[in-house]
């Protein structure tokens, strides 16, 4: 097959894939999904001739970097708009007060936020896109060793915030509280 | 209790059958955007680049001096400065290079672990010199706005690659990215272990490690003009409130950094720039006013360069930061395991991460 046709049959197979990545990502901003899934294609279809042989962990580690760019440029966006103080979405996620209306894992992605983008990253790539060391190595451009090295620091990270909100649940609150309204970020 | 990781995975915004991103056949607007590309005028090549999708390198880097040869030629940069190497023990030398052929003839199951780097040797009899009297003294050392900040990075870096079935391994590079007038610039990596000039090496650019020579080259890549006014790409103010804000940009956070995350921070940052001295200035006062950072005395770094340190203690590891005593520059950070953690083969004292930034 030509680069032409290896690409095309890429994007057919994991064009959904890399969607559920992106707007993992976003936060819920799925209006803007499928600009950046656009933006990722296109930066792949340049770099065809190096699409490897299984390409998703690689399309992901291209999506990773536009989100980058898409989430700086919402970044300042929306900080235009906090001056402005204009516009609903300028105001991000609110503090929730009855847990109740929390989302399922709501907390669990508040511990998540503690964590530097390196680590989210590394952690949502293994449980949330199901990657293998090898692959999580292949997206983050990294070597497998230095990649296992990151995800057992990330977890070790996230187990701390999370037997920390653990604690703060049994000093009394009902469901571990959120008190960092928090864009939820790529790494 | 269900672990971290099953924690997460239930915690999945957008599962694999979501409504509108479940598997299946393409919609119209991907079906468009595909013909748009497989029809469009684009059948150039973008330059290789290790790094998907990434225009400017993000990779930390290690590397190694182009000690004796090569590397700044290659790079037409200047030569790093007086190198003498910290001498390990040669029995450890010797250690390295027998447990590294091993690792290479044996098999898995009986691959013994290359010997991390120790730590630096704190003189604990020193005085130690405070944070704030440091970033004194590199105000002082500021006033003439001399050096001054350069783009680009020169660093030896030693990692360590650890796999749950394989014993730990330490990866030693050394990695130089020079900017040119035009915005394009070059990155070099190389294998080498100042420590242990002329040995093999470790590398793992394949995936597994192997010995190669000193100084292969495990990557040099040219990339185009680019540009970028967002942190860590855009200059680094020299004001410590503004680097401040700067270093928590550059990591993507909308809350202020905690002490680990804003040491992270400052390895991006000097991994993307040569500071001057107004910048190593702002980050010595910063640094200075960040909590739990605390004076331990003199070390010799692995470069032999002498310096302050000073030491975050942090869950399981800790952090070292090592500045020049009369400048207030951050010439390296060393992150030793403190605890002994069987699974990944990694013990108490064992230096996870070595980073000296050069000039």
């Keep these: 097959m030509s680069n032409d046709e290896i690409f095309a049959a890429a994007y057919r197979e994991h064009y959904w894939a890399v969607s559920r990545y992106v707007a993992r990502r976003l936060d819920g901003r799925t209006s803007e999904v499928e600009e950046v899934v656009a933006e990722v294609f296109t930066v792949a279809w340049r770099r065809r001739s190096d699409l490897p042989a299984s390409p998703l962990p690689w399309l992901y580690g ?40 929390e989302p399922p894992g709501a907390w669990v992605h508040d511990a998540l936020a503690r964590l530097s983008p390196v680590d989210q990253e ?29 995800l057992h620091r990330a977890r070790r990270r996230l187990r701390a915030e999370v037997d920390r909100m653990r604690t703060t649940v049994a000093a009394g609150t009902e469901t571990p509280r959120r008190d960092t309204p928090k864009e939820q970020r790529h790494g | 209790m269900a672990d971290e990781l099953e924690l997460l995975r239930r915690a999945n915004p957008v599962p694999s059958g979501a409504p509108h991103f479940g598997d299946g056949p393409l919609d119209q607007n991907a079906e468009r955007r595909l013909d748009q590309l497989l029809h469009s005028e684009d059948r150039g090549q973008s330059p290789h ?44 030398a010797a250690v390295v290079a027998v447990t590294a052929l091993a690792l290479l003839v044996a098999g898995p199951n009986t691959t013994p672990a290359v ?35 350069r783009k680009g990075t020169h660093v030896q870096s030693w990692s360590m690659g650890m796999s749950q079935d394989k014993p730990p391994v330490t990866l030693a590079e050394e990695r130089i990215v020079r900017w040119k007038a035009d915005d394009s ?56 409130t ?45 640094l200075a006013d960040t ?53 990944w083969g990694l013990k108490a004292g064992d230096v996870m991460e070595y980073s000296a930034w050069m000039r």
């Design chain 1, 62 to 101: 291209v999506a990773r970097n536009c989100l980058s760019n898409a989430v700086r440029g919402y970044g300042r966006r929306r900080r235009l708009l906090d001056r402005l103080g204009h516009d609903e979405t300028a105001h991000g996620r609110q503090i929730v007060d009855s847990p109740d209306s």
């Design chain 1, 122 to 150: 590394v952690l949502r790539l293994t449980t949330w896109e199901e990657l293998g060391i090898d692959e999580v190595a292949v997206a983050l451009g990294c070597g497998s060793r230095a990649a296992a090295m990151r």
């Design chain 2, 49 to 92: 680049s290790e790094n998907p999708g990434r225009s400017v390198p993000s990779r930390r880097l290690t590397g190694r001096r182009p000690g004796r040869t090569s590397l700044s030629r290659l790079l037409q940069g200047r030569r790093p400065g007086r190198r003498t190497r910290l001498v390990w023990a040669l029995a450890t």
């Design chain 2, 115 to 149: 010997a991390a780097p120790r730590p630096l040797v704190v003189r604990a009899d020193a005085t130690p010199v405070s944070l704030d009297r440091l970033a004194e003294r590199a105000a002082q050392a500021a006033a003439d706005g001399s050096p001054g900040l």
């Design chain 2, 185 to 240: 610039h070059t990155e070099l990596v190389v294998a080498t272990d100042p420590r242990h000039p002329g040995r093999p090496i470790l590398s793992d650019e394949d995936g597994d490690p192997r010995l190669v020579d000193d100084g292969h080259v495990i990557s040099k890549q040219t990339f185009p003009p680019s540009w970028s006014d967002a942190p860590p790409e855009s200059p680094p103010p020299h004001d410590a």
């Design chain 2, 242 to 286: 503004r680097l401040r804000a700067y270093l928590q940009e550059a990591q993507y956070s909308d809350t202020p950094l905690t002490t680990p995350q804003l040491l992270d921070a400052v390895g991006v940052l000097l991994d993307h720039w040569t500071l001057g001295a107004r910048e190593h200035a702002a980050l010595a006062r910063l």
């Design chain 2, 291 to 343: 909590e739990g950072l605390r004076p331990v005395g003199r070390v010799t770094d692995r470069l032999d360069r002498r310096g302050q340190a000073y030491v975050y203690d942090g869950s399981g590891a800790r952090r070292m930061l090592i500045m020049d005593p009369v400048t207030g520059a951050v010439l390296g950070l060393e992150s030793t395991a403190t605890a002994d953690e069987p699974e």
